[in-house]
């Protein structure tokens, strides 16, 4: 039963790297899947419950592309989408949310920026910052991980736990939780340092990383104490993917929302536009 | 068919738009009370707060023109999220008069430990009461996707006339419809098959 009252759910996250979707192990990004809107029709079968998209590239060159890829997607997909990757300033935030954005995924720039969170939510509400942190295990740090920054390449020196509770504390709305080592590598997530989360802070968890099976979908939730499950690569290589795990979860009795199919003559919806 | 969307100047109508051009109809943004005139269907998302909003809409003669059109024409009205709040006669959000049509002031929910977290965000049940013309092409149980803070009371004029409910601890009223107005709580425009069925059902009555 979830702390929130409304129901789990799936999320889907896209990785766009130089304007390419790609796959990602252990923050290195693997292999090139291809276009975001055929990865999201993809996905889509109608059953996913978000849809998150994140810029991953090492520079800033592809920022323009990438936001006319979230504008494109905003168009074809009726469910909330959450934005990230160089979110340092209200400005990127704001062109992200014009583009069709309902949350904002907040990481390395907040650790540099402490008021940054609060400057977001203030402007757009807490409902739409998203903190993302990665952990990594590490003996030193009382919860036994520490935040990492800049995708994984960096020690912040945070205890990630406690970053999670102090992003909570400046105005973020949910929190998503990856594991540097668990990142595409198929095992699960973490479900100790989910369960951590879980217990630390008050806002909805978004489990991230390691997704191999769809039972460990169902293990984010119920060991783990998570709200929502996410994963990427998994549904680039299994064919009616989302809908495949959504049946799963709610045969294995977690409260999802009900995705009936309806036909529906939607003859203006864009069509795909490849790049 | 021209469906207008009432823009009061506050952000964001995007995801409206969007999924209203889906379909096979001429979605026209109205900045203004004159722009909605030859509208067959009027659109009014909820952006910001309800003071803020009530102000923008009578700044640019929404107010008037939502009345004679929609109250005195019958017009087909939807209004989404604060566009379904605006239908009252207030809110505890703020101190500006709403639309008036129904007499009913729309609360907070409570934000106390022991009750579950405010804003209420997420997909949540709606459960269809009576023949809800809206939800006649959906089969339930069905979800939508919420947020918000404040909610319909199912009391009086409003539960009168409620054609879905939800629970977030307590029932509020989800969706609501009398003659041709129609106000749902959730986003139907990102509810996937659900909220575009609704839409669909919405835009050509079948």
């Not at chain 1, 295990?137 to 020196?157: H, K, L, N, V």
Request: proline share 4%; aromatic share 10%.
């Amino acid at each position: 039963m979830s702390a929130t009252y409304t129901k789990n759910r799936l999320i889907a996250v896209l990785l766009v790297y130089n304007g390419n979707v790609v796959q990602t192990r252990r923050f290195k990004s693997i292999n090139m899947v291809g276009s975001a809107f055929t990865a999201v029709d993809f996905f889509n079968g109608w059953t996913v419950d978000e849809i998150g998209v994140l810029e991953i590239s090492d520079s800033d060159d592809y920022l323009d592309k990438f936001v006319g890829i979230v504008e494109e997607l905003s168009r074809r997909c009726f469910v909330p989408l959450s934005v990230g990757g160089k979110v340092r300033s209200i400005e990127t935030a704001q062109r992200y949310m014009r583009a069709g954005a309902d949350k904002l995924v907040v990481n390395t720039a907040s650790y540099a920026d402490p008021a940054l969170i609060g400057v977001l939510a203030q402007a757009f509400g807490s409902q739409a910052v998203v903190a993302s942190i990665d952990a990594r295990p590490d003996p030193a740090f009382s919860s036994g991980y520490e935040a990492m920054s800049r995708r994984a390449r960096d020690a912040t020196g945070w205890d990630a736990v406690e970053w999670a509770r102090e992003v909570a504390r400046r105005g973020a709305g949910e929190i998503m939780v990856n594991h540097v080592e668990h990142d595409g590598d198929k095992r699960g997530y973490d479900l100790n340092l989910i369960r951590k989360f879980a217990d630390a802070v008050r806002v909805p968890i978004i489990a991230m990383g390691g997704v191999g099976d769809w039972d460990h979908l169902v293990d984010g939730v119920r060991i783990g104490g998570a709200d929502a499950v996410a994963a990427g690569n998994i549904f680039h290589y299994t064919e009616h993917s989302t809908k495949k795990a959504k049946d799963y979860l709610r045969n294995a009795g977690v409260l999802v929302r009900n995705s009936t199919f309806y036909k529906i003559a939607m003859p203006r919806r864009p069509k795909y536009k490849p790049f | 068919m021209k469906v207008a969307i009432v823009d009061y100047g506050l952000g964001n109508i995007r995801s409206v738009v969007n999924a209203l051009e889906c379909f096979e109809v001429d979605v026209v943004v109205a900045p203004t009370g004159a722009d909605l005139d030859g509208a067959a269907r009027i659109v009014l998302p909820g952006v910001g707060s309800f003071d803020a909003g009530m102000r923008g809409l009578r700044a640019r003669g929404h107010d008037a023109a939502l009345d004679r059109l929609v109250r005195e024409r019958g017009v087909p009205y939807l209004g989404i999220c604060l566009g379904l709040q605006f239908m009252f006669s207030g809110s505890e959000e703020g101190s500006e008069p709403g639309l008036g049509w129904f007499d009913a002031k729309v609360r907070r929910f409570p934000d106390v430990p022991e009750a579950p977290k405010v804003p209420h965000i997420g997909w949540n049940d709606v459960r269809p009461v009576g023949n809800a013309a809206l939800f006649r092409n959906l089969v339930p149980p069905f979800d939508f996707y919420f947020v918000h803070s404040y909610y319909v009371p199912n009391e009086g004029d409003a539960a009168r006339h409620a054609c879905g409910l939800c629970n977030y601890d307590i029932d509020f009223v989800a969706a609501l419809e009398r003659d041709t107005l129609a106000g749902v709580q959730f986003h139907p425009e990102k509810s996937q098959l659900a909220g575009m069925k609704m839409l669909e059902t919405f835009l050509f009555n079948r």
